[in-house]
């Protein structure tokens, strides 16, 4: 199975991804909003070849009314956003896709102070709706903050793993430097 066949299938499965690299690696940046919002779900809106775009750009407002993602315009151009509204959009695609599973890679990369409170706020919401939420990040205060478990890595290796109301910064970066084995 090569590796696009890889990615539809996980697709297909309910897993979404907002990738580290935002601008590379998730988002069509001379595209609008709608069409970066729609674009994982595009068989949702064919009919005999054809495009809805009247669905298409409805379904894309809802997605992105409800992340109050700004301007609330998703005929704009998506390379016209802030780092926290792309990443906004990123998110709401996979919405629109109705993921069960999302894997977020270092979130709020690039993003303002004010827009990471938004995020944080957006994501805590989704998975106290039940979405399974994945979080990567080197921001130790980002993951305690977050997260209901952590798991710390050091070179690729589980060192330790905990509800995360039991952790704090200092004792995660001490982790990070002893490796000791997991518990």
């Not at 069409?35 to 009919?47: D, E, I, P, Y």
């Not at 109705?98 to 303002?112: A, H, I, S, W």
């Not at 409170?117 to 990040?137: F, H, I, K, P, Q």
Request: one cysteine or more; a neutral charge; proline letters at 4%.
């Amino acid at each position: 199975m090569c590796i696009r066949d890889s990615v539809r299938a996980a697709v297909r499965a309910g897993l979404g991804l907002a990738p580290e690299e935002r601008k590379a690696q998730a988002l069509l940046m001379l595209e609008s909003v709608t069409r970066n919002v729609s674009v994982s779900s595009m068989s949702r809106f064919a009919k005999a070849g054809w495009i809805d775009r009247g669905a298409e750009l409805g379904a894309a407002r809802a997605a992105v009314r409800e992340l109050s993602l700004r301007p609330d315009n998703p005929d704009v151009p998506v390379r016209t956003l802030s780092g926290g509204n792309q990443q906004k959009a990123v998110l709401a695609r996979w919405l629109l896709r109705g993921c069960r599973v999302l894997l977020l890679d270092e979130p709020t990369r690039g993003v303002d102070v004010g827009a990471r409170a938004e995020l944080y706020a957006v994501v805590r919401r989704l998975a106290d709706e039940g979405l399974a939420v994945l979080l990567v990040s080197s921001e130790v205060p980002e993951v305690l903050g977050l997260a209901d478990r952590v798991l710390v890595l050091r070179e690729g290796d589980v060192v330790h793993t905990a509800p995360a109301r039991e952790l704090d910064e200092h004792r995660v970066l001490d982790l990070v430097m002893e490796g000791s084995p997991a518990s």
